[in-house]
Structures are given as C-alpha cells and as structure tokens.
C-alpha cells in the first residue's frame, strides 16, 4: 500500500566511528538524506559505537564536520540533540535491556552457550551465505524455566539468542528489487547479546530506527544481508517495517572491494586536495543515477532525487578522482 499524499518519511544515517567518513559511507549519506528531503521528510544522524575497541577517538566529530562540508544537515543527532535521543548507541543500554526482556517474555529469546567453534566442528553443518553455520533449532534449549531472563545462573557464560521461526521473508528494495530470503536455513537462530554483554548490530539498529520513528531505511548493499533478520525483529517487537534501498557499493578501478583504510578516498582527503564540495556531490549523486558528472549542491540533488533511478551493480571509482574533481 502507498504512504498518504500527506506522508512525510523520516531517512537516518548511522556511521560507526571507526575512521574518517569514506566516500562510500557518503554515497549512501546522500542516498538517504536526498530521499527523505525530497518528499519534506526528517532526517536522523546516529552513531553505531557498539564495538568499543573498533572506535576511533574523535571520527564521530569528524565525519559529522565532513557531512556538513559536503552540505548535508539532520533534525536530529548527537550533536543537535532531539526528542529520541540519545543518539550513540553507546548510551542506549537501557533501551536494548528493555527491548531484549519484551522478546524474552514473548518467548523468543533462548540462553546459548554453544560456540562459533563448536558450530564449525557439526560434522554436517551446512554454511550459510557469510561462510557462517547456521545455529540449528535442534540445538535450542527445551528446558527453560519461566523467569529464567532474570536468573543469574541461567544466563552465566551464555549469549541471548534470537528464535527465528519457519517460512521465508520477502521484501522489495528499492534498488534490488524483490528479495526472498529463510533466514533459518541461512543464517539460523542468531545472537542479539554476546557472552561479555554487548548487544549485537542487528538489535541494536532495529530498536533504534523503531524508537526514532524511521520509515526508510536507505544503505549500503552490503547491509542487504541482515535485513530478513532485521524484518523477523521488528515483528516480533510489534513494530512497522520500513521501507527499504540499499545504493551500490564503490569499488576500486579493477573490480576489487575499496578498503575504508584507504585514507585517499575519505572525504577529508579530497578536502585536503582542494576538491570542491559540490564536485564531491555532484559525482556521488551521477554515480546514484542522478543525472550527469557536475557541480551540485546536496539541495539540488534532491530537489529531482529518485531512488528508482539507482543502479544496483558495484560502481568502479577512477584511481585519479580528486584529479579528475579538482578539474570539474
């Protein structure tokens, strides 16, 4: 069913901090942030730093200044503040315990202790897409007493594991089209909590995009993977699944995946390049299907912006780009 005429989407963008902003971290910046403004929508600036020791001090405040170089704004985020925060994963504990206690009391949350290692010796197991073992059902625990989330002892050493029931997701994304997908068969019952307390990405950025009202979720292709688990979550969380596109990924001129470590490609080296910002756009938003190779401002792209434009096919990027944007 299509939204109202009267509906106005709200898009996020959720870095991690572990670098500089990335030219393809940017690409889907803009992708998410032309889409939502296009139809007058809000937009949401969050910061995944679960993984503590991936975390690089002060890049969370660099790739914001770097988001504001190239033009882009939010309604909402840590540095701007707003009614959902706060907005660094790192200080939403309390959220994800209550979110994890509500799936544990509806009962599709189970206790395991059972390791990666332990998963890899199944004589038989079949992998999944990531190279990973599926976790089996049959491995489930058929004992649990009811209370057992508040038991110390039932929780000691184990990591909280996610129930996927039977049958297959499908959703349509914007930019790869219809996607089917059984998760139990591919992926198993997965892990919302490791052993040491850490709530796991996929959790994480379901109760997050939930509790900050997000109906599109626009990002890299190389998410596309987790969004059958995702979609599993918010149904069992009683919320709406958003819509979904997820934007091609850069690669180097050869084919080969690009290295966020390479510094050369960060929007804070071609700033320090002399490239222009609305140079930067205008390629990310013609490398989106958005037109020609010029100057634009992000307004300007998403004045005609339509993901339905968007290609899914790996983009290759010029070895000389910031040559080739410093002469545009």
């Known amino acids: 069913m299509s939204p109202p005429p009267s509906f106005r989407p709200v898009g996020r963008f959720a870095p991690s901090p572990t670098g500089d ?16 403004r296009r139809r007058g929508g809000r937009f949401v600036w969050r910061v995944e730093d679960l993984d503590g020791p991936r975390a690089v001090p002060g ?28 907005y660094r994963q790192s200080e939403r504990g309390d959220v994800y315990r209550a979110a994890l206690r509500a799936l544990a ?14 998963l890899r010796e199944l004589a038989s197991a079949p992998h999944g897409p990531d190279g990973g073992t599926p976790y089996p059902a049959s491995l489930r625990p058929t004992d649990l007493a009811p209370g057992w989330f508040d038991d110390p002892a039932a929780r000691a050493d184990a990591a909280l594991r ?13 930019v790869a089209g219809r996607v089917v997908e059984d998760v139990r068969r591919s992926v198993g019952d997965f892990v919302l909590e490791r052993r040491d307390g850490v709530v796991a990405y996929q959790l ?8 900050m009202g997000v109906t599109e979720v626009v990002r890299g292709h190389d998410l596309l993977h987790s969004t059958a688990r995702q979609i599993l979550l918010i149904r069992a969380l009683g919320g709406r699944v958003p819509a979904y596109a997820h934007v091609p990924l850069l690669v180097a001129a050869d084919g080969e995946k690009l290295s966020k470590r390479d510094d050369s490609l960060t929007i804070r080296s071609l700033r320090a390049a002399g490239v222009a910002a609305e140079a930067v756009v205008g390629w990310l938003a ?13 307004a300007e792209v998403a004045a005609t912006f339509e993901i339905g434009r968007v290609r899914p096919d790996p983009v290759p990027v010029p070895d ?9």
């Open 21 to 36: 902003l990335h030219l393809g971290s940017a690409l889907a910046a803009l992708a998410a942030w032309a889409s939502a």
């Open 59 to 86: 890049a969370a405040g660099r790739q914001i200044e770097d988001a504001r170089w190239l033009g882009l704004d939010w309604n909402e985020g840590p540095d701007v503040g707003g009614p959902h925060g706060p």
């Open 105 to 118: 009391e509806g009962g599709h949350l189970f206790p395991c202790r059972v390791s990666r290692r332990d």
């Open 162 to 174: 996610f129930r996927v029931p039977p049958g297959e997701v499908s959703f349509e994304d914007a």
């Open 204 to 211: 994480a950025v379901v109760v997050d995009d939930l509790a």
């Open 286 to 298: 013609a490398t989106l299907g958005q037109g020609d190779v010029g100057r634009r401002t992000p």
């Open 320 to 328: 000389d780009l910031a040559g080739r944007l410093l002469a545009s």
